[in-house]
T-cell receptor, first 117, second 113 residues
Framework: AQKITQTQPGMFVQEKEAVTLDCTYD???????LFWYKQPSSGEMIFLIY??????QNATEGRYSLNFQKARKSANLVISASQLGDSAMYFC??????????????FGTGTRLQVTL | DSGVTQTPKHLITATGQRVTLRCSPR?????VYWYQQSLDQGLQFLIQ???????AKGNILERFSAQQFPDLHSELNLSSLELGDSALYFC????????????FGAGTRLSVL
């Protein structure tokens, strides 16, 4: 069974600094996808970044980058130049690549990030 | 705005009652997923539909059911509600591509009193 582990329940970072949120995963599949979502206090789930298991380059989306280390089964999210609006809960998730159209996401327990002045 | 619409935003009801949550996927997305987020269980996958047919099932209770209609909107029906069903229920949708990124709606917050 798939498992996602986020070991940091909470993190603090100063505005304009970079921060790394940890995520490790466990799967026996060779083909899978890794995702990060942001959940602000308002509750919605916002997609941030995606990394495929066969992608050779680390994914980047603006200030977000995913540090993908396949051998270590880690997919850490790096947020550069933190902003006050980055304060939120962050979830790492994994998707097994099923044949056909069946799919689901397995989520970690999340990391609450607080950006301070 | 993800393009996924969920209604209602909030729902307050009593134990034993039945409610229906509605989801309209992003234009062009054929897959709809339902997730439950609660304090004790975290974010859990409930069920997926693709173009009207059930495709994947998680730990969805027998008291819960879902369907996807020909216009691709989906409904999640929760019956014989218990206090423990209080949670944030998310709908997500995706195009069936290799990435298959799921975009989430804003959620329906269900409070069972």
């Amino acid at each position: 069974a798939q498992k996602i582990t986020q070991t940091q329940p909470g993190m603090f970072v100063q505005e304009k600094e970079a921060v790394t949120l940890d995520c490790t995963y466990d799967t026996s599949d060779q083909s899978y996808g890794l995702f990060w979502y942001k959940q602000p206090s308002s509750g919605e789930m916002i997609f941030l970044i995606y990394q495929g298991s066969y992608d050779e380059q680390n994914a980047t989306e603006g200030r977000y980058s995913l540090n993908f280390q396949k051998a270590r089964k880690s997919a850490n999210l790096v947020i550069s130049a933190s902003q006050l609006g980055d304060s939120a809960m962050y979830f790492c998730a994994m998707r097994e690549v099923h044949t056909g159209t069946a799919s689901k996401l397995t989520f970690g327990t999340g990391t609450r990030l607080q950006v301070t002045l | 705005d993800s393009g996924v619409t969920q209604t209602p935003k909030h729902l307050i009801t009593a134990t034993g009652q039945r409610v229906t949550l509605r989801c309209s996927p992003r234009s062009g997305d054929l897959s709809v997923y339902w997730y439950q987020q609660s304090l004790d269980q975290g974010l859990q996958f409930l069920i997926q539909y693709y173009n009207g047919e059930e495709r994947a099932k998680g730990n969805i209770l027998e008291r819960f059911s879902a369907q996807q209609f020909p216009d691709l909107h989906s409904e999640l029906n929760l019956s014989s509600l218990e206090l423990g069903d209080s949670a944030l229920y998310f709908c997500a949708s995706s195009v069936s591509t290799a990435q298959n990124i799921q975009y989430f709606g804003a959620g329906t917050r269900l409070s069972v009193l």
